[in-house]
């Protein structure tokens, strides 16, 4: 790494709207406030976090680069050119941490292959907290990020997936979007065997989280309101 250059802070934020330093440690807040520079998803949402962790910090003087499914790639590999002036950027998640089913592992890629030094902050995974909330197999775990929309190959890979987990001993993780998690809940009691363990994880860290492991035959029984919810699904058949 140059020693001259810049570096990238990779900057997790909360996973709800309860207060930032309830979940982020004051790390976090020394480095955004001193920061003026930010790679971002969304750049209203990411101005009222710079604004409720680093009060005192001018909005003004804020260079924000937005990085979202508009933003092209060769836009996108100017965004560390601060870095090349010995400045430091952040790199601001929309809700837990970058580049973790979070747009930003094209930016940190460009940064390695740049020889400009990237600094992951500590902060909330909702992947990771199911996970570690699940009680299943810590030591092999796959995140499969969404299922497929079509209802007939949604359920050959639910299918797929489950005998993947019991060959392979490997618990398997993933995210829907959150109008739709109700009815992949339901879907996925239908689906699964009885025998097999699903995690349902909500609302994470936030005064309403909900985590549980059952049996798919347990969960028949088990009435779950999971609309609109941010949730992670973990099964793992033995």
Request: aromatic share 10%.
């Given at each position: ?10 900057i ?13 440690p ?49 836009e996108?590999?100017s ?65 499969n ?56 994880a ?37």
């Amino acid at each position: 790494m140059n020693a001259k250059f810049g570096k990238l802070f990779l900057i997790p934020t909360t996973l709800g709207q309860n207060e930032p330093l309830e979940v982020l440690p004051i790390s976090v807040k020394k480095i955004v406030e001193g920061l003026d520079f930010f790679i971002v998803e969304n750049e209203k949402s990411a101005r009222r976090f710079i604004k409720k962790i680093a009060p005192r910090k001018s909005q003004p003087s804020l260079r924000i680069f937005v990085l979202d499914k508009y933003t092209t790639e060769f836009e996108s590999k100017s965004f560390i050119d601060p870095c090349f002036k010995g400045i430091n950027v952040g790199l601001l998640s929309e809700a837990g941490v970058p580049a973790i089913a979070d747009p930003g592992a094209n930016i940190v890629m460009l940064a390695h292959q740049k020889k400009v030094a990237v600094v992951p902050l500590v902060g909330p995974s909702s992947i990771i907290l199911a996970m570690m909330g699940s009680g299943l197999n810590g030591q092999n775990f796959a995140f499969n990020g969404y299922l497929p929309i079509d209802k007939t190959e949604r359920k050959q890979k639910i299918k797929g997936l489950e005998k993947h987990s019991k060959q392979e001993d490997q618990s398997q993780i993933f995210i829907e979007t959150p109008y739709r998690n109700q009815k992949l809940f339901e879907e996925l009691k239908n689906v699964l065997t009885p025998a097999t363990y699903l995690c349902v994880a909500a609302d994470l860290t936030l005064p309403s989280e909900y985590i549980k492991t059952m049996t798919v035959k347990e969960w028949k029984n088990e009435n779950a309101d999971l609309h609109k919810r941010p949730c992670i699904f973990i099964f793992h058949k033995y």
